[in-house]
Structure formats: structure tokens, C-alpha cells
């Protein structure tokens, strides 16, 4: 581990105050992040028809060129997200706020303001105020300090 001081600072897991279970949700969400991230980027239509169900047409190589794109974005912030989880514990407020602000702007966008005219909604477009919801409330437990702490 010596070598990679330099790359990770210490581990900060000692001073995190909050509730365990919201470092724990937020491993859900890691896994939730990174699990998707690797079928967008790597699967041969990158989820688009065989699990968003979307009728790719004649544009194809722009749809899977697109999930690719959000496949890299979401395995970024899937490794922060794991980096929190297993060594900077009290970074734990900070990634629920952006997951609130990620789901949400997917909640509005999938539901309010681009809705798909046809009705059709991918499964992420019902997970994500699911998820918005619970990382609120994630987020006020990671911020109240422990009993015990």
C-alpha cells in the first residue's frame, strides 16, 4: 500500500459521524452505478434494445455511441463512489447530494420536460425518483452523527 500513498491520501472512514446504514445505501448505489456502467459500455447495443426496449431504426450507431458515452460517465462516478464507500467514508453526504442532483435531473427530464411522446419509459425512468427519494433521506441519516460517535 505503500506506493499508493502518494495516489490515495489516508483513509478518512475514522471520523465519519453518520449513520452506517447510509454508507451502506450508498454501496447499493455503487453497485446499482457500476453494474450498468459496464453493460452500456461493453454489451453489443449497450442496453439500449435489450433492456431499454428502444427501437434503435436507422440510428443505431448513434444510440449505442451515446450509451457508451453514459456508460463511461456512470463507471466514473461509480469508482468515486466505491472510493467513498471502502476508504473516505465521510465524503458520504457529498456523493448522496450528487446522486440527488443526478437522479433527480434524470426524474425531470425522463417524466416533465422530454418526456418520450410515445409513453415508452425505460426502466431507469421508474428507478430514478425511487431513488432520488431514498438518497434524501440517506442524506439527512449520513448528516445527524451517531449515538455512539
Do not use: C
Not at 27 to 46: E, N, Y
Not at 86 to 99: N, Q, S
Not at 111 to 136: E, F, I, K, M
Amino acid at each position: 500500500m505503500g506506493q499508493l500513498t502518494g495516489f490515495l491520501p489516508p483513509s478518512t472512514n475514522d471520523a465519519y459521524r453518520g449513520a452506517r446504514v447510509a454508507v451502506w445505501f450508498l454501496g447499493l448505489l455503487t453497485l446499482l452505478t457500476i453494474g450498468p456502467a459496464l453493460i452500456h459500455s461493453f454489451a453489443p447495443d449497450g442496453g439500449a434494445s435489450g433492456i431499454a426496449r428502444l427501437d434503435m431504426g436507422d440510428k443505431r450507431d448513434l444510440i449505442v455511441g451515446t450509451f457508451r458515452w453514459e456508460g463511461a460517465t456512470q463507471l466514473a462516478l461509480g469508482l468515486g463512489m466505491l472510493a467513498v464507500v471502502l476508504r473516505y467514508r465521510t465524503l458520504t453526504p457529498l456523493f448522496l447530494a450528487l446522486v440527488i442532483v443526478e437522479r433527480g435531473l434524470m426524474s425531470l427530464h425522463a417524466w416533465v420536460l422530454t418526456p418520450d411522446p410515445s409513453g415508452h419509459h425505460p426502466p431507469q425512468h421508474y428507478a430514478s425518483p425511487v431513488t432520488t427519494a431514498l438518497a434524501l433521506v440517506f442524506l439527512i441519516l449520513s448528516l445527524r452523527p451517531r449515538k455512539d460517535a
